[in-house]
């Protein structure tokens, strides 16, 4: 039996760790905020390092599978995809002066 939601969830998922666990080895080799430098010189270092990147695999990891679901949001409607998202209905606009909620002619 083939699910195919699970395979999609699980790339999204797999593609989120990874730059999850690639933000973290950037962190630590251009030695922001001195973290490369701390995390060698404590002798729990490599805890530290290892908690860093489990946090930034499931925080990455969960907004590329949550980016992956918005984006199927329409998929089976006709048309071009995501056509009413990225592009809104033309609004007349107000006249020059005119403000939401302000009467320009009382004192």
């Not at 939601?5 to 973290?24: E, K, N, S, W």
């Not at 995390?39 to 990147?53: C, F, M, N, R, Y």
């Not at 679901?69 to 048309?79: F, L, S, V």
């Amino acid at each position: 039996m083939r699910v195919p939601h699970i395979r999609f969830l699980l790339l999204h998922a797999l593609g989120g760790v990874a730059v999850g666990l690639g933000a973290t080895l950037l962190l630590v080799w251009l030695d922001v905020g001195r973290l490369g430098t701390l995390a060698a010189a404590s002798p729990e270092g490599s805890i530290a390092l290892a908690l860093l990147g489990f946090g930034f695999s499931v925080t990455f990891g969960s907004a590329a599978i949550g980016a992956a679901i918005m984006g199927e949001a329409g998929q089976d409607e006709p048309g071009p995809p995501r056509a009413r998202a990225l592009f809104p209905p033309k609004v007349a606009s107000a006249p020059a002066g005119f403000a939401a909620g302000f009467d320009h002619r009382s004192g």
